[in-house]
C-alpha cells in the first residue's frame, strides 16, 4: 500500500467526520458542547462508546502484548465486568441525581472547593497522558508508513493530528463526538474482522471451527494465571484491577462520563452501560484472538515486526494487498481519534467547569470564548506532550505503560469518590491536596520495596493500593473534624 493511498484514504476519513461535526453542530452553545443538550440516544452512545474504551492503543497494543503475555490481559477485562456494575448502580444514579456537568463538582458538594480543583486536576494529569500515549503510538505508526518516506518531521505529522481533531470537535464538542465515534467505533471493528480473515486464509484456516480451534490450541491462548502470586500476571491481581481500572478510568473519568451524561435519562444511561459492557468484553477477546493469529503467521512469514508494530507490519507491508492495508489504516485511525477527540473535550469540560468556574465567574458572553480558548489551549499541550515522548519511550508495550501511570494518577480520584461515597464522614477540603499528592509517592515506595525484598509485583494492582492509601489518609483526617455529611445517591 502506498503513501498516495493512505493519505487518501485519512483524508476521505475526515472529511465525512468534518461533514458530521457540522451537521450535527447546528445552533451549539456551551450547553450542546458540554452536554450535548441531554439528547443522545442511549444505543449511540453505547456502541461510540466501544470506540473511545478500546482507542489505538488496544488496536495495536493489545494483539502485539500476546507474544510476551499470551491472553492475560483477559483476566483485566473480567474485572471490567464487575467495575461497570459498579458505575451502572452506583455511580451513574449519583450523576444523574445532582444533575452534573463535571462529575468533580460532586467532590465540591462533597468536601469543598478545593477537592472539586484536586480531582479535576489529576483527571486531567491523567488524561492529558493518557491522551498523548494513544495519539503517540498512532502518530509513530503513521510517521513509520507514510510521512517518514515524505520527509515529513514527527512533530509535524503530530501536529496535523491533533489539528484535525480541534477541526471537527470546536463547534458542538460532546454531541458531535457522539455521533463521530459510531463512526469510527464501526470503522474499528470492521478493521479486526478483516484482519482475522486475511490472516486466517494466510494461515489456511477455514471456517470459524477452524480458527478458533488454531486459537484455542496455541501456547499463546492461555488466559487464566494461578501459579505465581507474586507475578503481575497472577489472576487475582488481574481481575481485581479490572474492576477497578473501568471504576476510575470510565466511572470517574470525565472523558467517559460525558458521553453518558448525554443520555436522556438515568435508566438510558444504565442501558447503555449495560450494553455496553456485554459488547466491549467480546471485542477484547477478538482482539485477542487476533493478537495469536498475527504472532502465528509473523514466526511463519517475517523476520521481525512485533509487539506494538505487528499489527502494522502484517497489514500494510507483508504484500497481503490493499485490502487488508487499507481497513487497517482506517482501523487505527478511527480508534486514535475515537479516544483522542474525546479526551480534548472532557479536557476542555473540566477546566471550565471545575479550575475556572465559567458559569459562576464570566457572564454568558465571554463564557463561550473562554471555552474556545482552552479547548485551542489543551490542543497545544497534547502536541507538546506528544513530541516529547519521542524523546521518552522507545520500547515495551505502551498499554502496560498507559495502565501502569493510570494507577498512580487515577488512584487518588479512586480513594475520594470511595471515601465520600461509603462513608459520612467529614474532611477539612484543604488538607485533601497534600494528602491526594502524596498517595502515589507513598504507592510508588511501597511497590518499590515490595518488588525488592520479596518479588512481589503489584503490576495494575498499584491502582487499589493506591487509592486505599488515600482512603487511609481522609479516615486520619476526619479525625480532626467532628462534622458529617449526608449525598442523597438514590436514583433520580
Known amino acids: 500500500m502506498t503513501s498516495t493511498q493512505i493519505l487518501i484514504t485519512i483524508a476521505c476519513y475526515f472529511a465525512v467526520l468534518?461533514?458530521?461535526?457540522?451537521?450535527?453542530?447546528?445552533?451549539?452553545?456551551?450547553?450542546?458542547?458540554f452536554r450535548g443538550n441531554r439528547s443522545s440516544p442511549w444505543f449511540i452512545v453505547a456502541f461510540g462508546m466501544i470506540g473511545a474504551s478500546l482507542s489505538g492503543v488496544t488496536?495495536?497494543?493489545?494483539?502485539?502484548?500476546?507474544?510476551?503475555?499470551?491472553?492475560?490481559?483477559?483476566?483485566?477485562?473480567?474485572?471490567?465486568?464487575?467495575?461497570y456494575l459498579v458505575i451502572g448502580t452506583v455511580l451513574l444514579p449519583l450523576y444523574y441525581k445532582m444533575n452534573l456537568t463535571s462529575i468533580y463538582s460532586y467532590l465540591n458538594d462533597r468536601y469543598g472547593s478545593a477537592a472539586q480543583f484536586t480531582g479535576s486536576s489529576f483527571f486531567i494529569l491523567s488524561r492529558?497522558?493518557?491522551?498523548?500515549?494513544?495519539?503517540?503510538?498512532?502518530?509513530?505508526?503513521?510517521?513509520?508508513?507514510?510521512?517518514?518516506?515524505?520527509?515529513?518531521?514527527?512533530?509535524?505529522?503530530?501536529?496535523?493530528?491533533?489539528?484535525?481533531?480541534?477541526l471537527y470537535t470546536f463547534k458542538s464538542g460532546i454531541k458531535t463526538i457522539v455521533?463521530?465515534?459510531?463512526?469510527?467505533?464501526?470503522?474499528?471493528?470492521?478493521?479486526?474482522?478483516?484482519?482475522?480473515?486475511?490472516?486466517?486464509?494466510?494461515?489456511?484456516?477455514?471456517?470459524?471451527?477452524?480458527?478458533?480451534?488454531f486459537i484455542a490450541d496455541s501456547d499463546l491462548s492461555q488466559i487464566f494465571f494461578f501459579d505465581d502470586w507474586k507475578s503481575g500476571q497472577h489472576f487475582v491481581k488481574q481481575f481485581l484491577s479490572g474492576a477497578f481500572i473501568a471504576i476510575v478510568m470510565t466511572g470517574l473519568d470525565q472523558d467517559m462520563m460525558q458521553k453518558n451524561l448525554t443520555c436522556r435519562s438515568l435508566k438510558d444511561a444504565q442501558k447503555n452501560m449495560f450494553w455496553f459492557t456485554i459488547v466491549l468484553t467480546f471485542v477484547n477477546l477478538l482482539f485477542l484472538g487476533l493478537g495469536v493469529l498475527l504472532t502465528?503467521?509473523?514466526?511463519?512469514?517475517?523476520?521481525?515486526?512485533?509487539?506494538?508494530?505487528?499489527?502494522?507490519?502484517?497489514s500494510v507491508q507483508s504484500g497481503m494487498g490493499i485490502g487488508i492495508g487499507l481497513v487497517f489504516i482506517l482501523g487505527l485511525v478511527a480508534a486514535a481519534y475515537s479516544s483522542a477527540?474525546?479526551?480534548?473535550?472532557?479536557?476542555?469540560?473540566?477546566?471550565?467547569?471545575?479550575?475556572?468556574r465559567l458559569e459562576k465567574n464570566y457572564d454568558k458572553k465571554k463564557q463561550s470564548w473562554m471555552r474556545k480558548l482552552v479547548h485551542v489551549a489543551f490542543s497545544i499541550l497534547l502536541i507538546l506532550v506528544i513530541v516529547s515522548f519521542?524523546?521518552?519511550?522507545?520500547?515495551?508495550?505502551?498499554?502496560?505503560?498507559?495502565?501502569?501511570?493510570?494507577?498512580?494518577?487515577?488512584?487518588?480520584?479512586?480513594?475520594?469518590?470511595?471515601?465520600?461515597?461509603?462513608?459520612?464522614?467529614?474532611?477539612?477540603?484543604?488538607?485533601?491536596?497534600?494528602?491526594?499528592?502524596?498517595?502515589?509517592?507513598?504507592?510508588?515506595?511501597?511497590?518499590t520495596a515490595a518488588d525488592y525484598y520479596f518479588g512481589f509485583e503489584f503490576g495494575f494492582f498499584i491502582l487499589l493500593l493506591n487509592g486505599f492509601i488515600t482512603f487511609l489518609g481522609l479516615l486520619i483526617a476526619s479525625a480532626f473534624s467532628n462534622q458529617k455529611v449526608s449525598i442523597d445517591v438514590s436514583p433520580a
Open 390 to 447: 519521542e524523546y521518552i519511550i522507545k520500547d515495551a508495550s505502551v498499554i502496560t505503560k498507559l495502565f501502569v501511570f493510570a494507577g498512580y494518577t487515577y488512584g487518588p480520584l479512586l480513594g475520594l469518590f470511595g471515601f465520600g461515597i461509603l462513608t459520612k464522614l467529614q474532611v477539612n477540603h484543604k488538607l485533601i491536596p497534600f494528602i491526594a499528592i502524596a498517595s502515589p509517592f507513598i504507592a510508588y515506595a511501597l511497590s
Open 341 to 356: 477527540d474525546s479526551a480534548l473535550t472532557s479536557l476542555t469540560t473540566s477546566f471550565s467547569v471545575d479550575i475556572l
Open 296 to 314: 502465528a503467521f509473523a514466526k511463519a512469514e517475517l523476520t521481525g515486526g512485533y509487539k506494538d508494530s505487528l499489527f502494522a507490519c502484517i
Open 59 to 83: 488496536f495495536i497494543s493489545v494483539p502485539g502484548a500476546v507474544e510476551e503475555g499470551a491472553m492475560n490481559y483477559f483476566q483485566v477485562v473480567l474485572g471490567y465486568v464487575v467495575g
Open 179 to 213: 455521533w463521530t465515534d459510531t463512526l469510527q467505533t464501526l470503522f474499528m471493528l470492521i478493521a479486526v474482522g478483516v484482519g482475522i480473515y486475511y490472516i486466517s486464509d494466510s494461515l489456511n484456516l477455514n471456517g470459524i471451527g477452524e480458527i478458533t480451534g
Open 18 to 33: 468534518v461533514a458530521i461535526s457540522f451537521i450535527v453542530g447546528r445552533k451549539s452553545d456551551n450547553a450542546t458542547f
Open 128 to 166: 492529558v497522558v493518557g491522551a498523548s500515549f494513544r495519539l503517540y503510538l498512532v502518530a509513530g505508526v503513521l510517521q513509520e508508513f507514510v510521512f517518514e518516506s515524505m520527509g515529513v518531521e514527527f512533530w509535524q505529522t503530530v501536529t496535523l493530528t491533533v489539528i484535525l481533531i480541534w
